[in-house]
Nanobody, 123 residues
Framework: EAQLVESGGGLVQAGGSLRLSCAASEFTLDDYYYMGWFRQAPGKEREGVSCINIKDGSTYYADSVKGRFTISSDSAKNTVYLQMNSLKPEDTAVYYC???????????????WGQGTQVTVSS
């Protein structure tokens, strides 16, 4: 069964770092132009965080994370990463990866969505 599996979430103090991974199975990332991450915090709307063009490496970020988060991909490992530095309590959310993105709206089109990984930033 084709799927995306996220890992790397956890509890970290403000100012700390985490690296999230999103591994694809039963399909290759190169099948899609864009891969990326969005997040869902309690009581807040879902937010597209970052996406990457798998073909040329172009990256896109929400203003809220620009300069702090870095997205990357490794085709050999069929995995996308999100390096999160200088974390803030407001970054607390469940982070999901997904295939194929509309970069004008910074929102994924699917068809594959991961199950999410919890990131909690304490103050």
């Amino acid at each position: 069964e084709a799927q995306l599996v996220e890992s790397g979430g956890g509890l970290v103090q403000a100012g700390g770092s985490l690296r999230l991974s999103c591994a694809a199975s039963e399909f290759t990332l190169d099948d899609y132009y864009y891969m990326g991450w969005f997040r869902q915090a309690p009581g807040k709307e879902r937010e597209g965080v970052s996406c990457i063009n798998i073909k040329d490496g172009s990256t896109y970020y929400a203003d809220s994370v620009k300069g702090r988060f870095t997205i990357s991909s490794d085709s050999a490992k069929n995995t996308v990463y999100l390096q999160m530095n200088s974390l803030k309590p407001e970054d607390t959310a469940v982070y999901y990866c997904a295939t194929d993105w509309d970069i004008t709206t910074m929102w994924p089109l699917g068809p594959y969505w991961g199950q999410g990984t919890q990131v909690t930033v304490s103050s």
